[in-house]
């Protein structure tokens, strides 16, 4: 089963930008659908950004125009693009993993994925 690392987490004042890298070890079986989640304190975690192994892209509607997810498959990296930051994005970021399936027409639980990093901080301040 494959590892994930995230890294690129950090501070910024809002308005900012940050690019979180999410390294892969071992196998994720294609296809599969990955994801970049979040989790505020006092909060659950929600999705963010969904892509599949078709390049297939989805964002969540407060970061659509500002977040762009994308994948380098020879490098096995995931990478979130964060632009205009704002207050609101602070967060623990965590990329994920479901192998064997696309992502399906509800991509947004994280009980979906099984492969978890351990998440990287992203502290935007006003």
């Known amino acids: 089963q494959g590892q994930l690392a995230e890294s690129g987490g950090g501070s910024v004042h809002a308005g900012g930008s940050l690019s979180l890298s999410c390294a892969g070890s071992?196998?994720?079986?294609?296809?599969?659908?990955m994801g970049w989640f979040r989790q505020a304190p006092g909060k659950q975690r929600e999705a963010v950004a969904i892509?599949?192994?078709?390049?297939?892209?989805r964002y969540r509607d407060s970061v659509k125009g500002r977040f762009t997810i994308s994948q380098d498959s020879a490098e096995n990296t995931l990478v979130l693009q964060m632009n205009s930051l704002q207050p609101e994005d602070t967060a623990m970021y965590y990329c994920?993993?479901?192998?064997?399936?696309?992502?399906?027409?509800?991509?947004?639980?994280?009980?979906?994925?099984?492969?978890w990093g351990r998440g990287t901080q992203v502290t935007v301040s006003s």
């Open positions: 071992g196998s994720i079986i294609r296809p599969y659908c």
């Open positions: 994920a993993a479901r192998g064997s399936a696309y992502c399906d027409l509800d991509p947004w639980p994280p009980r979906k994925y099984t492969t």
């Open positions: 892509i599949d192994s078709r390049g297939v892209q």
